[in-house]
């Protein structure tokens, strides 16, 4: 006879449900059993904390015996004497010093003779282009003035060549160019305030060595006078190629 299956009894309908409560409660466990905390005992210290009431000293008040302060010093009482006046006094009289238009001024005649004019010697500097009489280069005189110009520039360069020398160190260094050399003659001949600008400071000391061997000259004149001349003269250093 075989059994019937009730409907009603059939295990594995409601398991999917059971499951799930089974997997919840599982859960849940895991989750209180990880939070859970424990404390060890022996990390708690328990003491007892006596509290007792502390008093404060009182300090007593001492009443310090202070002298009274001293008694204001007596009124002085002032005795005025009234003295009569016995002594005359003279009054000072101050008379004015002011000139009035009465007053007289005496008439003072000064001579020519008596002021000394002393000449002032003007230290006048003439550039040579426009200089009336040239200075007189030595071997230059008893010329013209356009001459003498003429000739001043001649013995001008040739003293240049004459004295001229390629400084030793510009050769090794392969140093050269122009250097321009102003300087003045003074009014006594002599060759002053030399200046020179070029390419290296080596030539322009040879070329201010070379300007001061210049002899003494007659000074240029401007309207009969000796004055100053400024000049300027071109020097070239160059290398030639060997």
Not at 70 to 82: D, K
Not at 192 to 201: A, K, Y
Not at 209 to 228: A, T
């Amino acid at each position: 006879m075989e059994a019937k299956k009730n409907p009603e009894l059939e295990i594995g309908r409601n398991s999917s449900i059971y499951f799930a409560i089974g997997l919840n409660l599982m859960l849940f466990l895991s989750w209180h059993a990880l939070e859970y905390k424990t404390y060890e005992k022996d990390d708690v210290a328990i003491d007892i904390l006596n509290v007792e009431t502390e008093f404060e000293d009182e300090i007593p008040i001492v009443n310090a015996n202070t002298p009274p302060p001293p008694p204001p010093p007596a009124a002085v009482q002032e005795s005025i004497q009234i003295v009569e006046d016995v002594e005359e006094v003279e009054e000072t009289i101050i008379e004015s010093t002011e000139i009035g238009q009465d007053d007289a001024i005496e008439e003072r005649v000064i001579e020519i003779s008596d002021v000394e004019v002393e000449e002032v010697e003007e230290d006048v500097q003439v550039a040579f282009a426009v200089i009336e009489d040239v200075p007189v280069f030595p071997g230059c005189e008893g010329l013209s003035k356009k001459e003498s110009k003429v000739c001043f520039q001649k013995k001008i360069q040739e003293h240049v060549v004459k004295h001229f020398k390629y400084p030793q160190t510009a050769l090794e260094l392969g140093v050269q160019g122009r250097v321009s050399v102003i300087f003045v003659i003074d009014s006594k001949g002599y060759t002053t305030n030399i200046r020179s600008r070029g390419p290296d400071r080596i030539l322009e000391k040879e070329a201010e060595r070379i300007i001061s061997k210049l002899p003494k000259m007659k000074p240029g004149k401007q309207r009969g006078r000796p004055v100053k001349v400024a000049y300027a003269v071109p020097i070239f250093f160059k290398l030639h190629d060997g």
